[in-house]
């Protein structure tokens, strides 16, 4: 048995080693994530204590057990919680996209629902006038053209102009918020789905928003960042445990949220973009498209982090309701190495390639696709059938300078 001693002491130095050499991020468990309205409730209650509160929320503002936030706050010592706002698809998130949403009376409640998502995309003098904090508790998805981060805005210059206090109860951002990608809005394509010269995915939480939205509007807002606490960038807590709550009718999955920074880009053309299946965004499709060869010429560009499949459906509701698409179906094989923009730039001229007379992008002035990139040289770069190198290095510079720039707003 003697010779055997050696090699195993040998063997036990070297897993030692190994351990001591391996990197910190390999070893370290992730800490517990308390989200802001968490630490609200636990730590800082006293902002509140008579106040009159208002709280801009919808059916994700709830903590880790899925208590909802207003409940919390009602039940809450010493807070008044006197009004609730609601952005698009509204408080209970019921409403679908772009549906105008009413001001109303919360049934559960009793208390008074303002719709930001109306007549109104930020609180009017009157709304605030009752308000001496306002509360901001929603779960982003991490994308320049999804609106809650403007319903934020909009909140922040109004009560920049009533001079009532702003809090931001502060939750991850489900891309992980380490990378940015896709180009930075420029100013002729200004909408409700981009407000801010920020790229599509802007890699930043609501807090970290909010403070680049006072600072680079220098609004005179009294506002308040909720940090998390045990949020790490790149981690991914809706992975280890935190459920995901869809903040949107056509966003029921952690993974929704991961591929719509690019294939939203097919909501400003002629092809479904998955609406009316149970895979939103994770397929397109439409009745012209050949998906054998379509899942074959992206495959064959050897995209990073996803995998290509031939897929068919029949969209229930919204573009080509009850009929038959080819199409084709994401699998995300890499989370950290998929670049969902550099995917859906490549999948629109994919389906432009193939069939050049029946790809359609949706007119306007601007078009509602130009609207969705935030500038036109994404959708003329494809028409003139520039390589998508070409068209991502017309924007690289403006990339890398919000880059750059937003380092300063980072909270974790």
Known sequence: ??????????????????????????????????????????DHLPMLRGKRVGLVTNQTGTDRALTSNIDLLRAAPGVNLVALFGPEHGVRGNAQAGEKVASSTDAATGLPVYSLYGKSKEPTAEMLATIDVMLFDIQDAGARFYTYPYTLLGLLRAASKAKVEVIVLDRPNPLGGELVEGPVLEPPYTSFIGMFAMPVRHGMTMGELATMFVAEERLSTKLTVIRMKGWRRGDDPFRRGLPWIPPSPNMPTADTALVYPGTALFE?????????????????????????????????AKLPGVTFRPAWFTPTFSKFSGQNCGGVMLHITDRKAFRPFLTGMNMVKAVHDLHPEQLEFRPGAPSFFDQLAGIDGVRTGILAGDDVAVIEARWKAGLEKFRMGRKRYLLY
């Open 1 to 42: 048995m003697r010779r055997y001693l050696f090699p195993v002491r040998l063997l036990l130095l070297m897993v030692i080693a190994a351990m001591m050499l391996a990197p910190a991020s390999a070893t370290r468990p992730a800490p517990t994530l308390s989200l802001g309205i968490e630490v609200l409730l636990s």
């Open 268 to 300: 400003g053309t002629n092809v479904s973009e998955g609406r009316g299946t149970a895979k939103p965004f994770e397929q397109i499709g439409a009745p012209f498209i050949d998906a054998t060869a379509l899942a074959k010429r992206l495959n064959d």
